[in-house]
């Protein structure tokens, strides 16, 4: 499975919308996570079942969708929420495959 | 509070060896399947390989399949990963991570904080 995120960079100003959308070249059913990571950080896992906010995460997170389209919202940025966002497949494995990644910068 | 710490990375030469270790505390060690999960100097994330709670199955992806072994000691806590014949791409970043039940691979949480291999001459 391809994993195919876009945009590769999106800037957005803090208190604003963000959308990452992640489309998958075979269905994934909803068998789909989401990563955060920030510079010198390892991955910190946001959002899994397409739709289940992790542990610790904040409400402002959201992920939908199912098959191959997928998206990260983020209703309200805040300033920590500055990072790189990956997508990971594990409907048909192995291999797991991620995405290339959306970086989510400041505008 | 769960946490995972690799060692055992640094500077090899093509063609060398490395034993990366991934020592594992704050749960049952025993019951999940652990992965390991690499990224390239200013690349994205990826899966390199898993192994079920027993150690029982083993998974590789095809760019490591035949040089890299997973492995575990369920005694000891602690995640391996053997990498033979080590090559230029195979410089990044490895992470440990845990999986989500004894056998499968699905999301990972959590993820270890990383140890460097350099495949240089």
């Known amino acids: 499975r391809v994993m195919t995120q876009s945009p590769a960079t999106l800037s957005v100003s803090p208190g604003e919308r963000a959308t990452l959308s992640c489309r998958a070249s075979q269905s994934v059913s909803s068998d789909l996570a989401w990563y955060q990571q920030k510079p010198g950080q390892a991955p910190r896992l946001v959002i899994y079942?397409?739709?289940t906010r992790a542990t610790g995460i904040p409400a402002r997170f959201s992920g939908s969708g199912s098959g191959t389209e997928f998206t990260l919202t983020i209703s309200s940025l805040q300033s920590e929420d500055f990072a790189i966002y990956y997508c990971?497949?594990?409907?048909?494995?192995?291999?797991?495959?991620f995405g290339q990644g959306t970086r989510l910068e400041i505008k | 509070e769960v946490q995972l710490l690799e060692s055992g990375g640094g500077l090899v030469q093509p063609g060398g060896s490395l034993r990366l270790s991934c020592a594992a505390s704050?749960?049952?060690?025993?019951?999940?399947?652990m992965s390991w999960v690499r990224q390239a100097p200013g690349k994205g994330l990826e899966w390199v390989s898993a192994i079920s709670g027993s150690g029982n199955s083993t998974y590789y992806a095809d760019s490591v399949k035949g040089r890299f072994t997973i492995s575990r000691d369920n005694s000891k806590n602690t995640l391996y990963l053997q990498m033979n014949s080590l090559r230029g791409e195979d410089t990044a970043v490895y992470y440990c991570?845990?999986?989500?039940?004894?056998?499968?691979?699905?999301?990972?949480?959590?993820w270890g904080q990383g140890t460097l291999v350099t495949v240089s001459s």
């Open positions: 991570a845990k999986g989500v039940y004894l056998t499968g691979c699905h999301w990972f949480d959590p």
């Open positions: 079942d397409a739709s």
């Open positions: 990971q497949q594990y409907n048909n494995w192995p291999p797991i495959t």
């Open positions: 704050g749960f049952t060690f025993s019951n999940y399947v």
